[in-house]
């Protein structure tokens, strides 16, 4: 079997890539291709929009590519920074008979010494190095000759490079300039839909969440998600909240929900303090991962926005005004139904704090009688907004 690998940021992806997997095409037939676009393993976001987006518009650029395709979720899921022999690794141990062909760029191939583990990366793959049609490299040469005493097919493949880049896409799209001619069809018109690359942080980040949920979630949770987002925007405008961070907070506030546990633990983990997180019931870690995934692959950094997406689970003392609409408007969605949904909407429209401990009590209780653990921080927000609203008598 043989496997063409391409990996890349993808921030987006565009006819440039299309290219040079064209020329790959071209120059072999393959059985397979993997992209993989690289993941957001630091504090900060590396890409402008989040991997399962980016992941997204790729799927869709080459989805009439003729060969089997696969977007893999391997560095987009890894904790790590990728090097290039682990990410060969991780392949190998999935495809053990596979020979695979790694697209890499003439830069690259010159500067393969400063790949870790280079030589041993070398003898996994065969490289094919992308270069343009018409340059005699001495640099290239040699040091593809290089290569090959590693790796012995390792060839330069050619062909007219189309001169775009993601960096200049994404200003061009920022500027809400024409990008269609750049990117595939499909693409461009994602991209302008869902303002993915917007300069303005509304905009392109509630654009980008509206793509992401259901992408990331089922229909019954994504309508949910759709439904608590309404409401939340009504209660901000009621409680004099920003309406456009109570939008934002409640698209986000489930996104991690239906993700396998190990990748919503390993998000959670990095959320807040880890000690905080050990003690937490499993139930209430989505909120966790969610800020975790905003933060590192959206780029939120807006620490209110952040707590109102953890806390939406569980509560917690001292909740802002933005944190108990979204833990209200996430009790009180629409297709939820519940004995006591009626009175406590009623106290949601009249007096959060009242509310906040109504809702805790109903919630509280409805674990207690399914014999579901309760998190500490849910006493302790119970606790706080009874001595709120009642000065100190806990039975008040
Ligand atoms: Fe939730
Ligand atoms: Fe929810």
Redesign the pocket.
Known sequence: MDILFFGGSFDPVHNGHENILRTALNYKKFDKIIVMPVGSPGHKPSCKAPFPVRKYLVEQAFSDIGVELLVSDFEGNSREKSYSYLTVDYLKSVYPQATIYFIIGADSAINMKSWARWQYLAGQVTFLVFAREYDEDDLLTAAVKEIQQYSPDTAIIRSQVIPVSSTQLRNTAAAGGDISGLVDGKVSALIEKYHLYADDFYERNIGTAQLLIPLMLREK?AQ??FN?AKLAVQFAEKYGVDTQKAYLCALL??IM?QQPDRIMLHRAQQSDIIEKIAAKPMPVLHGFAAADFARREMGIEDEEILMAIKS??CGRRNMSNLEKIIYLA?ML?EERDFPEKEPLLALAWTDLDIAMEQALKDSINWLKEKGGAIDSDSYEALEYFTTLNHGGNCNG
């Open positions: 949770r949910h998600t608590v506030h489930d929900k939406h689970t996430d969605s």
